[in-house]
């Protein structure tokens, strides 16, 4: 099990009367981030729990989104909205991220025993977390961060 984690436009689900749900409209862009994932080039991404947690933590970046009162993910189901000072924050841990790893690429490298070369599979989650946060802020009339 895991998240499904998308950033866009907000919508309100009213296919069910009696229950409405906040989604994202869903967006696909040729240039967006694409290494290898099912959902390559869209602003949907589907980790796992601890996939997720441990992305965040290792990014410097987990009180963004587990802060038990203002994280993007302090609620599940839920979404938060995508303001200016929230990208400037998101922005300023990727500089730190860059700068404590140096040379650092965004493309999931085998590390020999099955898995992935950490920092540079985080840095995957950062870029595509960088292109569809800048790109609702811009682009979207209610910019939102949804998790379900």
């Given at each position: 099990?895991?998240?499904?984690l998308?950033?866009?436009?907000?919508?309100i689900d009213?296919?069910?009367?009696?229950?409405?749900?906040?989604?994202?409209?869903?967006?696909?862009?040729?240039?967006?981030?694409?290494?290898?994932?099912?959902?390559?080039?869209?602003?949907?991404?589907?980790?796992?729990?601890?996939?997720?947690?441990?992305?965040?933590?290792e990014?410097?970046?987990?009180?963004?989104?587990?802060?038990?009162?203002?994280?993007?993910?302090?609620?599940?189901?839920?979404?938060?909205?995508?303001?200016?000072?929230?990208?400037?924050?998101?922005?300023?841990?990727?500089k730190?991220?860059?700068?404590?790893?140096?040379?650092v690429?965004?493309?999931?490298?085998?590390?020999?025993?099955?898995?992935?070369?950490?920092?540079?599979?985080?840095?995957?989650?950062?870029?595509?977390?960088?292109?569809?946060?800048?790109?609702?802020?811009?682009?979207?009339?209610?910019?939102?961060?949804?998790?379900?």
């Amino acid at each position: 099990m895991g998240y499904t984690l998308a950033i866009g436009e907000k919508e309100i689900d009213n296919s069910d009367p009696e229950y409405h749900f906040t989604k994202v409209k869903n967006e696909r862009h040729d240039q967006a981030p694409a290494f290898g994932e099912p959902t390559d080039h869209e602003n949907v991404r589907w980790p796992s729990y601890s996939g997720w947690s441990d992305c965040m933590t290792e990014a410097g970046m987990f009180d963004l989104f587990f802060d038990k009162d203002n994280g993007l993910l302090n609620e599940h189901p839920g979404y938060k909205i995508i303001t200016p000072a929230l990208v400037d924050t998101f922005r300023a841990r990727k500089k730190a991220f860059q700068e404590k790893h140096p040379g650092v690429t965004a493309e999931y490298l085998d590390d020999g025993h099955g898995g992935f070369i950490t920092p540079n599979a985080t840095y995957c989650r950062i870029v595509w977390l960088d292109y569809w946060l800048t790109w609702a802020l811009v682009h979207c009339k209610e910019p939102i961060f949804c998790n379900s």
